[in-house]
């Protein structure tokens, strides 16, 4: 069955480093990859989007890689701040989930002053 | 930026009664609305795919006739959770994807945070 790992366990980092989280998937052919931010209790915020035919995508702060032969995205936070302190969440869609769009666990990130 | 509200934000009921929420995309058309349940630490879990004017799709496993939608325009979906119970518990989110498909963007409501005494 499609399944997307994130690390579970939470990640600490110190102010003004940069955040590195991870995306695993199998069993799917995505046609995009998504990553969102949700704040406890909040619902979840679009950050940014990639397709399969692009291997990096910036914005901002923000950094996205698509690595579509090891199956693996990585999303990266430069300087962090503690208000980045979120759980972020990857998502695919598209291909073999057609228009759904199949969530991962999430990753909490907390960013210490 | 598109823009989806949830109301209420949280509602607390007794065993047995329904729950309504509403979902509505304040500044865009949304010919598809998705309704996900949240437990805690854990994914969000897809129920239904909701389009305008026609029945929802059903995720296997959800209960159709316990779970109401209705689409009844291009900014507005619900969800009645019937005679609620306990294990209905839940944060409950609902997104709109644009009609601008080239996107394949969900835009989520902030959740409706339910409690079934």
């Known amino acids: 069955s499609q399944k997307i790992e994130q690390n579970s366990e939470a990640l600490n980092i110190q102010e003004g480093k940069t955040a590195t989280l991870t995306c695993n998937y199998t069993n799917y052919s995505p046609a995009y990859l998504q990553w969102y931010r949700q704040d406890p209790g909040r619902g979840p915020v679009f950050l940014l989007l990639?397709?399969?035919?692009?291997k990096e995508k910036r914005k901002e702060r923000l950094k996205v890689t698509f690595d579509t032969t090891l199956k693996q995205s990585l999303f990266h936070i430069t300087a962090s701040q503690p208000a980045d302190s979120a759980t972020y969440l990857c998502a695919l869609g598209g291909h073999t989930g057609g228009f759904k769009t199949i969530f991962g666990a999430g990753t909490r990130l907390f960013v210490k002053a | 930026g598109a823009v989806v509200s949830q109301h209420p934000s949280r509602v607390i009921c007794k065993s047995g009664t329904s729950v309504k929420i509403e979902c509505r995309s304040l500044d865009f058309q949304a010919t598809t609305m998705f309704w996900y349940r949240q437990f805690p630490k854990q994914s969000l879990m897809l129920m239904a795919t909701?389009?305008?004017?026609?029945?929802?799709?059903?995720e296997q496993g959800v209960e159709k006739d316990k779970f109401l939608i209705n689409h009844a325009s291009l900014t507005l979906s619900t969800l009645t959770v019937t005679s609620a119970h306990p294990e209905d518990s839940s944060f409950y989110i609902c997104?709109?994807?644009?009609?601008?498909?080239?996107?394949?963007?969900?835009?989520f409501g902030p959740g409706t945070r339910l409690t079934v005494l």
């Open positions: 997104s709109a994807r644009t009609m601008d498909r080239v996107t394949d963007t969900q835009y």
């Open positions: 909701s389009n305008e004017g026609s029945k929802a799709t059903y």
């Open positions: 990639i397709r399969e035919n692009e």
